[in-house]
């Protein structure tokens, strides 16, 4: 099994940036980020391919990018003009097996 570990979450002011970074202890096929918030089903975010081919949600295309490095088993997602909208827990997950990472909070201030 394929442990996953979200990091760089935290709180930031609307407008600003953060990236997250997703480190697997094995390698990795097919990722993706998704996000929670408060009341509201688990959404996709954004999806990457082995080979770095990219899905986005319509709400973060052109202020997130997703991405990765294939020998270091990391995938990133860096979020820029962050709204108060984009505050949820932040989860990678695996798509090949549905493993899941614990999840990086992040709070976007108005």
């Known amino acids: 099994q394929v442990k996953l570990v979200e990091s760089g979450g935290g709180l930031v002011q609307a407008g600003g940036s953060l990236t997250l970074s997703c480190a697997a202890s094995?390698?990795?096929?097919?990722m993706g980020w998704y996000r929670q918030a408060p009341g509201k089903q688990r959404e996709l975010v954004a999806s990457?391919?082995?080979?770095?081919?990219?899905n986005y949600a319509d709400s973060v295309k052109g202020r997130f990018t997703i991405s990765r490095d294939n020998a270091k088993n990391i995938v990133y997602l860096q979020m820029s003009n962050l709204k108060s909208e984009d505050t949820a827990v932040y989860y990678c997950?695996?798509?090949?097996?549905?493993?899941w990472g614990q999840g990086t909070q992040v709070t976007v201030s108005s």
């Open positions: 997950n695996e798509f090949d097996h549905g493993y």
């Open positions: 990457i391919t082995r080979g770095a081919r990219t």
């Open positions: 094995g390698s990795i096929n097919v």
